[in-house]
């Protein structure tokens, strides 16, 4: 039932090795490097539901499959400077609250939007691809039951290596991966 209604969106989802992946390694020349697989991920969420705000060390690429998604992003600096000014309405809430209370209030109360604290602001729809820099602050909302595959981009020497080195051990805390604790005795 599902391929024959959504025939097109399923088509996409299936093919999302051999067509998507390529397109953007073939695109990226040598500036960008894509991941393993473990770089890559499905996101499912019912609408309503969403992404606290956070903020990701590597750059993306996100392809909505099916749904609605609401995304709202803050600079690194415009993230410290409006934690510093709205300490009380900045805390931690689901994106549902966020968009709901604390985003009407941070614009109206505290100048979110104004030309010092500017905030970027998108509905991404099925069909869309978005790309989100590194470091760059976000929150995301379903507006309706949503499908995306969500791939990390590696786009300096700085960044693979820091990439592997937080997944096999932490050289500078001196912490050995379990998978490697036998060769260090």
Not at 41 to 64: H, Y
Not at 91 to 109: C, G
Request: proline share 3%; with cysteine.
């Amino acid at each position: 039932y599902q391929r024959r209604v959504h025939g097109e969106r399923y088509n996409f989802l299936k093919n999302i090795q051999t067509d998507l992946i390529p397109m953007l390694e073939d695109g990226g020349a040598d500036q960008i490097i894509m991941g393993s697989w473990d770089t890559r991920t499905i996101v499912m969420g019912s609408a309503g539901s969403g992404e606290q705000l956070k903020q990701d060390e590597l750059a993306f690429v996100d392809g909505l499959v099916y749904g609605k998604r609401r995304w709202m992003f803050l600079t690194e600096s415009i993230f410290t400077k409006m934690r510093q000014k709205a300490k009380g309405v900045m805390e931690p809430a689901s994106a549902f609250q966020f968009f709901e209370q604390q985003f009407t209030e941070l614009k109206e109360d505290f100048d979110l939007g104004s030309r010092s604290l500017p905030y970027m602001e998108c509905n991404q729809e099925a069909g869309d691809l978005l790309y989100v820099p590194s470091k760059m602050y976000r929150i995301t909302l379903s507006l309706k039951d949503s499908i995306s595959i969500s791939q990390k981009l590696i786009q300096t020497t700085n960044e693979g290596a820091k990439f592997i080195n937080q997944r096999m051990w932490a050289p500078e805390n001196g912490v050995v991966p379990t998978s490697f604790a036998a060769l260090v005795c």
